[in-house]
């Protein structure tokens, strides 16, 4: 389940508007909790269905006022929307982290993401 929700969140990069946002949003607090307490298997399973790119693509992405115009994101408080979306997405990244300590989770992370 964990790798279908993984493309679905890839997917939904290109699908991003002011329509499918709540979508979008709901879907990574359902992995968020998928890989919370933690469960080690989802997290790897995150992790090699490449959640980890994808969520580089967003939190890098919609940085732009003329992208977020249009894709339907006008006012102020849709732009303080994707903050904290993108916060959500650092609370997932941080979930793949929790439990015992798996260097190959911490490895793509560290070539994945520039921190």
């Known amino acids: 389940m964990c790798s279908y929700l993984s493309k679905c969140m890839e997917q939904f990069y290109n699908l991003m508007n002011d329509q499918t946002f709540d979508v979008c949003n709901q879907l990574i607090d359902t992995l968020i ?5 933690p469960c080690k298997l989802n997290q790897r399973s995150l992790v090699e269905s490449k959640i980890i790119d994808s969520s580089r693509e967003y939190i890098s992405g ?8 249009h894709i339907g ?8 929307s994707i903050g904290e979306f993108k916060y959500k997405i650092v609370t997932l990244l941080t979930s793949l982290l929790e439990g015992e300590i798996d260097m190959e989770i911490i490895n793509r992370m560290a070539f994945s993401l520039d921190f």
């Open 33 to 37: 909790e998928s890989i919370q307490g």
């Open 62 to 69: 919609f940085e732009k006022e003329s992208d977020l115009r």
């Open 73 to 80: 994101f006008i006012s102020n408080e849709d732009i303080d």
